[in-house]
């Protein structure tokens, strides 16, 4: 097992013990291989899951990989009244020597625990993380496809599972692991999307849960997206809640914005300032710009100077960036302050260079420099 640059170390990261029941009803290979061969998003599922519970005094046990199947909850359990559930999303990548590696793990298993603080919630140890993960991609590593940006999607979460309604803090929690394939986002190649700055809707304010990966932000954002399509934007990009004037994110993405070109080009990322959630590709491409000679920093923007900036060309590209899509130009924005485009409204060039680049280590193609990617599965 490599370690990662990224803290907490890990001694030794299947020191967690998980159980494994296999499922005796795997999906035939004939229609693993039709899934795997056009697998989109988050559409099919593999064949097990992983699960543990954390209860008052006893803490986390009864970690177990099982076959994917329903839950069941009683009607008065904690999460489907209160939310308090949590979630990560991160991907497994295949190499060409068929060895299966993750990205900055530990960045998720340190947010999901500050996540489930700010929701009150127990935390998971690392070690139980990473060996969930480990478990899963190892029973179902037939899963993951090897196409050019194709990955095993993981989606980590956490939920209240106590019956009761009253309201306080779940005194148990179910952590659960999942395992979706997925093709390159952009079925098409790669589209600019159109985004609409939300004036109506916020979706984080000081002191709330903006910096956590918690369902109700999702929940909460969905009638601000529906605004956005009504307006025939693709996503919504987020305000801050004081002044409706300071840019955020886009969506479930974070933002960057592109000065200048050529050898002048330099990005910038709006400064987490408790509103925004902490991406781990956001800090990546800090990173990643930086070994491009691209000048990387974080500040922040506001309307006015986006409009103005796209006018005078001062600003040049546009992206969005996060696990899922990795980078998205944004080519055209719509508001009530009036429309303008970013740039010729195309992919840039220095978006498309940090999003190879990033791929690149990813996948495997360069040499991991940062000691970011982290092996599960050994070459065959
Ligand atoms: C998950 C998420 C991101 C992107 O985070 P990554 O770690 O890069 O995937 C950005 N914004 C929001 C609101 C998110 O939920």
């Not at 793990?105 to 603080?117: G, I």
């Not at 050019?148 to 993981?154: H, V």
């Amino acid at each position: 097992m490599t370690t990662s640059a990224d803290a907490p170390r890990l001694a030794d990261t299947h020191l967690w013990p998980i159980e494994v029941t296999p499922n005796d009803a795997l999906v035939p290979a004939g229609r693993r291989a039709e899934i795997l061969a056009n697998p989109g998003f988050g559409q099919h599922y593999t064949d097990h899951m992983v699960r543990a519970t954390w209860t008052e005094g006893e803490g986390w046990h009864d970690a177990e990989l099982v076959p994917y199947q329903p839950l069941t909850f009683d009607p008065a359990t904690n999460f489907l009244h209160y939310g308090q559930a949590i979630f990560e999303g991160l991907k497994a990548y295949k190499h060409a020597d068929g060895s299966i590696w993750l990205f900055r793990p530990l960045k998720n298993a340190t947010r999901f625990n500050n996540s489930a603080r700010r929701l009150a919630m127990a935390e998971l140890p690392a070690e139980l993380f990473i060996a969930s993960i480990a478990a899963l991609v190892s029973a179902d590593r037939d899963w993951t496809p090897s196409g050019a940006e194709a990955s095993l999607y993981l989606r980590p979460f956490m939920l209240g599972t106590e019956r009761g309604l009253g309201v306080r803090p779940s005194r148990e929690y179910q952590y659960l692991l999942i395992a979706s394939p997925a093709g390159a986002y952009f079925s098409k190649g790669i589209h600019p999307v159109t985004v609409w700055l939300s004036d109506d809707y916020v979706r984080a304010a000081p002191g709330g849960t903006g910096e956590a990966k918690c369902a109700g932000n999702y929940a909460a954002s969905l009638v601000a997206q529906a605004e956005a399509a009504q307006h025939g934007c693709d996503q919504v990009v987020w305000l801050d809640a004081a002044e409706h004037r300071w840019i955020e994110e886009m969506g479930g993405m974070n933002l960057y914005f592109v000065y200048g070109s050529g050898d002048q080009a330099r990005i910038m990322t709006p400064s987490l300032t408790g509103a925004l959630l902490p991406g781990v590709t956001r800090d990546s491409l800090l990173t990643v710009a930086q070994d491009l000679g691209i000048r990387a920093e974080e500040g922040r923007i506001s309307v006015e100077e986006w409009k103005a900036g796209c006018a005078s060309r001062e600003i040049t590209e546009v992206f969005a960036c996060g696990t899922a899509a990795v980078v998205t130009p944004v080519g055209e924005v719509k508001s009530r302050m009036g429309n303008w485009t970013v740039g010729n409204g195309g992919a840039g060039e220095v978006t498309m260079r940090l999003r190879q680049a990033l791929l690149d280590i990813q996948t495997g193609a360069v040499p991991d420099k940062h000691a970011w990617m982290h092996k599960i599965i050994d070459a065959d």
